[in-house]
């Protein structure tokens, strides 16, 4: 379904470009299939659908987001801890 979703959004957005998507450089248009049988009238078969797309998309992002949060975690304490960069406390007891 997302795939389906995708190639739509696509395609809509090939046909709203002024310019065309020929004429964009370094754009590249994603073929789809329109078509729902061959030219000798047989039906195609259904496209392979990819189950648990979602899921499959929170299991490799989720945990790339919290190594890169642990990585800059520790970065920051690093340059912290060799004054290269320390915040400064504002007083406001002015």
């Given at each position: ?21 020929s004429?964009a450089?370094?754009r590249?248009v ?11 009238g ?15 998309i929170a299991?490799v ?16 304490a ?17």
């Amino acid at each position: 379904m997302a795939s389906a979703l995708f190639g739509r959004l696509v395609r809509l957005s090939a046909r709203a470009s002024p310019l065309g998507p020929s004429s964009a450089p370094g754009r590249t248009v994603t073929p789809s299939r329109s078509a729902v049988c061959s030219s000798s009238g047989a039906i195609l078969p259904k496209p392979k659908k990819t189950a648990f797309g979602l899921m499959r998309i929170a299991l490799v992002v989720v945990p790339f987001l919290y190594v890169g949060t642990q990585i800059s975690k520790n970065f920051a304490a690093l340059l912290e801890e060799h004054d290269i960069f320390v915040p400064e406390d504002d007083d406001d007891d002015d």
